[in-house]
C-alpha cells in the first residue's frame, strides 16, 4: 500500500471535498457543476490534498462499511436533499455529514433520563438514590411501592442507592437484572453482553433461567444472551474509571482503546489495517479531551491520525513507523 506523507487539510476543505466527491458521483450531475467543481479543486492547494484524501479513502473497505452503517442508522433530515441517483454510500456520506454532530437516539425520546455523546451527567431520583449516566446512555425509571424498578436503555450507569429493606432496587437491560437493596454499583449495555462492577455493598445479578452470581465490592461480571462470565477481583474498580474522566487500559488492542474513546465523541473513528488494530496500548486516556488522547496515541505508536472531517478520522500507519 502507498504511503502518504503527512498533510494538514483543514475540516472546512475536507468537508467541502466530501461534498463536491458526493455531487460528482450523481448520474444528474451538470456541466455548470463539473465547471464549478474544476475552479474549486484549482483554486487552492488544500482543495485538491482534500479531495485526493477523500478519493482514496472511499476505495477503504473500513470508510465504506462506517458509511454504510450511518445510513441504515441516521434519522431522515429535511435539509438533506440526496437524488437517487446518488450510490447508497455516497448518500450514506451526506447523511455522516449533515447527521452525525446532531444525531439523537430513540432510546433517548423514550427515556426519563438520558446523556449526549460525551456527556456525563448526574440525577437525583424520586427515593433519594443517585445516578450517574454515562456518554449516550439512557434510563426509563419506575417506582413503587414495592420494588424500585430501572431500566438500561442503552449505555452505561453508576448507581448509588439509597438502602429500602422493603423496597429493592432492581436495574434491567437486555441481558441481565441486577437486585440490590443499597449499594454502588456500574451497569454497562454494549451490542453482544452487559458488564456489573461493585464499588461497595453487594448484588445479585442474573439472566434468564440461571442462577444469580453474587458480587462483592470489587468484584465485575460479564454476561451475555446464552452465559455468563466468571467474576473477577479487582480492588482499583477500573469499570468506575469513566466517573473520574478517564478509561483506563493495560495490554489492550488498538482496536479496544479507539471503540472506547469513540463512545466519548460524535462521528466515527477508522484503523485502517488489520495489524495496527492488535497493536497493545497500556495507560490511562482523558475521556473528556479525546483529540489529545488520539494525539497521545499518536505520540507513542506508529500510526497516523488523520481527520477527513470533524466526524470523521482516520487512524493508519505512519509513513515512518
Known sequence: MTQHPPVSVSDAAAEQAMAWF???RAETATPAEHDEFQRWYRADPAHRRAYAQTAAFWGDAEFGR?????????????????????????????????LAGYRPTLDCWRADYCTGVGEIKSFRLGDGSEVTLNSASAISVDLNDGLRR????????????????????????????????????????????????????????????AEPALLQAGDSITVAARRSGDIRHSPAAGGTAWLKGYAAFENAPLSEVVAELGRYRRGTLLIRGA??????????????????????????LPIRVTRLTPWLVLIGKNAQG
Open 22 to 24: 458526493v455531487r460528482l
Open 66 to 98: 462506517a458509511l454504510a452503517a450511518a445510513e441504515l442508522t441516521a434519522p431522515p433530515s429535511p435539509r438533506l436533499r440526496v437524488r437517487r441517483a446518488v450510490p447508497a454510500l455516497a448518500a450514506a456520506a451526506c447523511l455522516t455529514l449533515l
Open 150 to 209: 430501572i431500566e438500561l436503555r442503552q449505555g452505561e450507569a453508576f448507581f448509588d442507592v439509597q438502602p429500602e429493606p422493603q423496597r429493592p432496587f432492581q436495574v434491567s437491560g437486555r441481558y441481565s437484572t441486577v437486585r440490590v437493596l443499597g449499594t454502588r454499583f456500574a451497569v454497562r449495555e454494549d451490542s453482544a453482553d452487559a458488564s456489573v462492577s461493585v464499588v461497595s455493598g453487594q448484588v445479585a445479578v442474573a439472566r434468564p433461567e
Open 275 to 300: 495489524p495496527l488494530r492488535d497493536l497493545k496500548i497500556s495507560g490511562r486516556f482523558d475521556i473528556r479531551d479525546t483529540d489529545k488522547a488520539l494525539e497521545s496515541l499518536q505520540q507513542t
